[in-house]
């Protein structure tokens, strides 16, 4: 079995989404957003913030992949994208870590080819030292610098995902 170590707990981790939910409520007031979920790791941290989010929501669901083929970087791949018109809407990305900026970077050259009025980023987790593409995290939950962590939606080979608190593994079972 992997061995982990907490790095966060359920009540640390549901305190600062209240309070995430407060600021994009006073920073959203009087609009409508569009908010994209980031399939899979986003989705415990995506639905505890919009039920903390006082406004009227659209929500939306999206997936990407980078996949090797032999070479030293990786190709994104848009699995699942969004169904929603975002045409002149203010849109809110939800992500569960943001390292390398990737994902993001390609995610939102896609959404602006669709006219939305502005794009945020919301993360649970954001590893700014990891960073490769410019990326600017508008509502950041927690920076980590530790490894590699699980829990609260994030998953190691598709486990541990249904923790509510957040761990680093210590020690991978091999």
Known sequence: MDKYKIVLT???IQ????????????DYKG???????MLKGAVYFFADLTKNI???LMIDFARLSSYRNGTSGGDMELISDITAKIEGKDVLI???IVDSGKTLSYFI?????????????CAFLDKKERREVEI????VGFDIP?????GYGLDYAEKYRELPFLAEITEFDV
């Open 109 to 121: 050259s896609l959404l602006k080819k669709k006219n939305p009025s502005s794009i945020k980023i």
């Open 31 to 37: 609009k409508n957003p569009v908010i994209i979920c």
């Open 136 to 139: 600017n995290v508008d509502y």
């Open 146 to 150: 530790c490894g590699f962590v699980i």
């Open 10 to 12: 359920e009540n640390q």
């Open 94 to 96: 939800v992500e569960d």
């Open 54 to 56: 006082d406004l009227p």
């Open 15 to 26: 305190q600062r989404v209240k309070e995430l939910g407060k600021s994009i409520t006073e």
